[in-house]
């Protein structure tokens, strides 16, 4: 039974109680201190019930304020935790990022070490913090991550492009495990009809050896140029130009994209010469060079 169903059942007894009372005052005069004392009574049970009401009336205010407390609590911490989780997702991205960035600048093991945790401290006393503080203090530190992610992706760009211009540039044998036999520059004809100028290097090499393409380009000829005889040209973009010839069978086709190593063709000995081998010649802005220059050290020798 309600506090509402006890006020409403009392107030009907002292209309009860009301009703008799006046009939005794009116027959038995003697009996009125009786029903006065009776009506004292319920007066003071209809009070104490009323107070009971009023208690209970404080006492649900003030579980709605503890409940409205805890829902504002819960939303900081929910606040809270969506932004650690972006944070936390941004630093794992300039983790890989950092890591890439330091395995493709060649730098050693251990000199930035993004799985090391960082050595911080301090002398001074710690104090709670206010939610609104640390909210801030997230959203500065996210401005911060942001940053040095838009610098980070500047560098990983320049050190692709660093990378796209090394992997563009001849730097390679086009034969593997092979010799210098000719090199480049003036030298007797093979054939005894006096000399010539050489324009590239001659790599020893077998019939159907692999022609491997000395940087990345695209195939920009394929096909049979006089003396040359099966001849594969590659366009490293950079104006720089591979000339592969005297091949056995050509295996690149013209618009062909092809990376550092790849095999364009067979060795052979097509065209003017006199044995199974590979002529290499670089061509810059339309100039032939030496390629000597752009082989280094190769593991390439001249026997």
Known sequence: MTVHTLLNDM???LAQVARKTRVLARRKPASMAIVIAAAGMCGAAAMNSAEIARLNGVAAAHEQSLEATRRDAQREINALAARMGELQAQANRLNALGDRLARGAGLEGGEFDFDRPVGVGGPEAAYDMPARRLLDGLGSL??????????????????FDRTLERNAMPSRSPVASSFVTSSYGYRADPFGRG????????????TGDPVMTVADGVVSYSGV???YGNVVEVDHGNGYVTRYAH?????????DLVRVGDEIAKAGSTGRSTGAHVHFEVWENGRVQNPRKFLGDMGVSRQ
């Open 11 to 13: 107030r009907v007894r």
């Open 142 to 159: 996210d401005g911060d991550l942001a940053h040095s992610g838009q610098q980070l992706s500047v560098l990983e760009a320049l050190l």
């Open 195 to 206: 000399g010539q100028f050489h324009k590239g290097i001659d790599f020893d090499a077998r």
């Open 225 to 227: 140029r006089g003396g």
């Open 247 to 255: 091949n056995s069978r050509n295996l690149a086709k013209v618009g």
